[in-house]
């Protein structure tokens, strides 16, 4: 009788244990979620009078991250026929002949992996690896960030620079006004965190 609630016993501590190490390992997956309501995409382009500055909108943005493995996959998604200079003008020849988005009208970028280790709690800077498309090419870039993680909720900024002219597109300068080939980009985003068995997307 003592061997039988012995055996029992040792078989209850174990399912705790595996479930224990199961929660644990869970808690290191989870589902980063973007905000387009508190998420900002700037751009700035240098030009020989002034800096132009201006903005897109975020469409869409889920991240489902392995902090383990460091592996990070999903899909951000910006409308890229909402970018606005504040210029009419200077708009309409940018969608036109720039970024051409009747025909491209999205910007995404599909991370793959984080280079670096992610804090569960508190601030973190780390390079994030993925493919960056624009103008219907994709390209391998390399983007550092400023992350910080709560319990519940996550905010990042990212910086970088898009050579557009040297990957194909056109420069819109003019014989009277020259501006840079290349245009800074800066996101800032605010997020929910979601465990991985509630955001229901297995991490990559």
Known sequence: MKTTRLWACSCALALSLIALAAQAATAQQITLQLDPAHTSVKFTLADVLHTVHGTFQLKSGTLDFNAPAG????EIVVDAKSGDSGSGMRDRKMHKEVLESSSYPE?????DRVEGAVASQGKSSVKVHGMFRIHGVDREITVPAEVEMSLDHWTANVHFTVPYAKWGMKNPSTL????SDSVEIDLTTTGSVLPHNVAGTPAQ
């Open 176 to 179: 009277f006004l020259r501006v």
């Open 71 to 74: 592996k990070l996959s999903g």
């Open 107 to 111: 910007i995404s970028f599909r991370p």
